[in-house]
């Protein structure tokens, strides 16, 4: 994996690079250089698999990590490549072309997280959350509680239990006593 770094940082403009494991690293890139890298991977270096394509909200920098898996079968190893975006107004190139299968994942980000991808195919239909009208859920800013209380009605006899208590108290009727 070191040598495939070695040959891809220079002509693409790779700013990190994570051995994660033996068959496993992660780099990032920047915006422009995305097409050219994930093309250079699949069409010359074996990594003809798009695995997945999902992100991640870091809203405290303000924007979102894109993280696209990539699989090379004939030689085992994964490469995932990274790149980041603005949070506001969020829009990423469709890659939908290179894998088909890209599409769906992207249709999905653009619910879920309210990133863009124009040009992809069916992405600005509902595909997961029918009717939605909210901010989009996996936003952190989003507020699940929030969201909860406004849209399902208190029902008699709910009751919230702190998780590990009620484990405990589940696990150990007796308080943990001995008999």
């Known amino acids: 994996m070191e040598t495939l770094y070695a040959r891809l ?90 894998w088909p299968t890209a599409a769906t994942y992207q249709r999905e980000l653009r619910e879920m997280f309210g990133i863009d991808f124009p040009g992809s195919p069916r992405v600005n239909e509902d595909f997961i959350l029918e009717g939605w009208a909210d901010l989009p859920p996996y936003r952190r800013d989003f507020d699940t509680l929030q969201y909860a209380h406004e849209a399902y009605a208190e029902r008699a006899g709910r009751e919230t239990r702190d998780p590990a208590r009620h484990m405990k108290e589940q696990l150990y009727p007796d308080g943990g006593q001995d008999d």
């Open 9 to 98: 940082k220079e002509p693409f403009g790779l700013t990190d690079w994570v051995l994660q494991k033996p068959d496993l690293c992660f780099v990032t890139v920047a915006r422009e250089q995305l097409r050219p890298l994930l093309l250079h991977l699949r069409d010359l270096e074996g990594f003809t698999h798009l695995v997945l394509l999902t992100a991640v909200d870091w809203i405290e920098e303000d924007r979102f990590q894109l993280t696209y898996l990539l699989h090379d079968r004939a030689k085992a190893r994964d490469i995932g490549v990274r790149l980041m975006l603005p949070r506001e107004d969020a829009s990423m190139d469709s890659i939908h072309e290179l």
